[in-house]
């Protein structure tokens, strides 16, 4: 099992411009999770999604932000335009249907300059 | 939403000593309590957890404890070792929805 899968492991960017994080969920899992990470504010849930539909968008910080996932073995995270205070690790997590853990991937370091 | 305390911040132990990290909740219907580990530029990693019908888990050097009443449920890692050096997040979920995570603990073990 190759775990969730996350690309770009690494993104520098200027602000303005338009980012998309990609994840591969792992075969099977029905949730999926994506996770925004910075020293001041630790580990934030932005958006869930379950069976593919968004359940919980209530942490996607402004419409600048957008997560589709337009089947079960891939999502995006959009930022657009980008800025530099979205400069974070993201992290994308998914879940089975009858299991509790969330599994997380390894992560895309955003910087925006 | 629920909320979720976490403490220290920062915990500095020598090895083979105890490290007791505590976490309390708000949402009285949260029933499961995980924690995660992450190494520094590591993804987190789940190392154990609790569900609230369960007042304690171990796990070899990993322990949880978990007090209902007070909301309050604390992980403890025994004889500890340079390699449990990490950041420990705990989380409480309420349903079988989103986990809601602590700010986390950096812990220090030095040799």
């Known amino acids: 099992d190759a775990g969730v899968i996350q690309s770009p492991r690494h993104e520098v960017t200027e602000m303005g411009q338009e980012v998309t994080l990609r994840c591969k969920p792992i075969s099977g899992h029905n949730s999926l999770f994506w996770y925004r990470q910075t020293m001041m504010r630790g580990l934030e849930l932005l958006i869930y999604f379950n069976n593919n539909v968004p359940i919980d968008d209530s942490g996607m910080p402004e419409d600048r932000f957008s997560a589709k996932m337009p089947n079960a073995s891939f999502s995006t995270l959009k930022i657009q335009p980008s800025e530099p205070r979205d400069s974070a690790v993201y992290f994308c997590?998914?879940?089975?249907?009858?299991?509790?853990?969330?599994?997380f991937g390894p992560g895309t370091r955003l910087l925006v300059l | 939403g629920e909320n979720v305390e976490q403490h220290p911040s920062t915990l500095s132990v020598q090895e083979g000593d105890s490290a007791v990290i505590k976490c309390t909740y708000s949402?009285?219907?949260?029933?499961?309590f995980p924690w995660y580990k992450q190494e520094l530029g590591k993804r987190p990693q789940l190392i154990i957890d609790i569900r609230s019908n369960v007042g304690e888990k171990k796990d070899q050097r990993i322990a949880v404890t978990l007090n209902k009443t007070a909301k309050h449920f604390s992980l403890h890692i025994t004889e500890t070792q340079p390699e449990d050096s990490a950041v420990y997040f705990c989380?409480?979920?309420?349903?079988?929805?989103?986990?809601?995570f602590g700010k986390g603990t950096m812990l220090l073990v030095s040799p």
């Open positions: 989380a409480a979920r309420t349903g079988y929805s989103t986990l809601t």
């Open positions: 949402d009285s219907a949260s029933n499961y």
């Open positions: 997590a998914s879940r089975d249907r009858a299991g509790e853990t969330q599994y």
